[in-house]
């Protein structure tokens, strides 16, 4: 036998690691609940505040070493939790991942609601996290309130170092869509 054969003889059989991986992957999902849920708390009770905090996500970037963007939204999805008990649940049991309750908490509102819950559980069980975000945007599409999108609009440029124009900005969907236009049919 070779060495070859002999290291793929004392590997562990797919079907072990598979379930070990997925183990652990409703382990970390359910440690991340029980974070956001002691981080709601820590928050409530301003266990953050201190000299020169502007925050709990400040707080939370500074001790835990997370981007603030990133803690922005820990602190976002942990209160909202508190809103979805069935939610809640699934990830604390690790059944759903952070990434998928983070999608819905984008949905939601701080009124309880158990049958739109429901179903927004079904389909985090259900979907992938890409399918999870993917009806979450269209959800948020439908539901916006078209005149907030025109209020909302922006438009600001600047000439870079190098001379190039730098662009951002925010237009309501037909808008945006005729300018993606404008400006394909210019650049081709």
Known sequence: MSTADAVIARERPLAELEADLLGLAGH???????????LAEYDRRNGWAGPGLRSCAHWLSWRAGMSLRTATEHVRVAHALDALPAVTAAFAAGRISYSKVRALTRITGPDPDPERERTLLDLALAGTASHVERIVRATRRLSADPCLATARRALTWRWADDGSLVLRGRLPPTEGAALI??????TG
């Open 28 to 38: 970390i999902a359910a440690a991340q609940c029980r974070f956001l849920q002691l």
């Open 181 to 186: 236009a404008a400006l394909t049919a210019r």
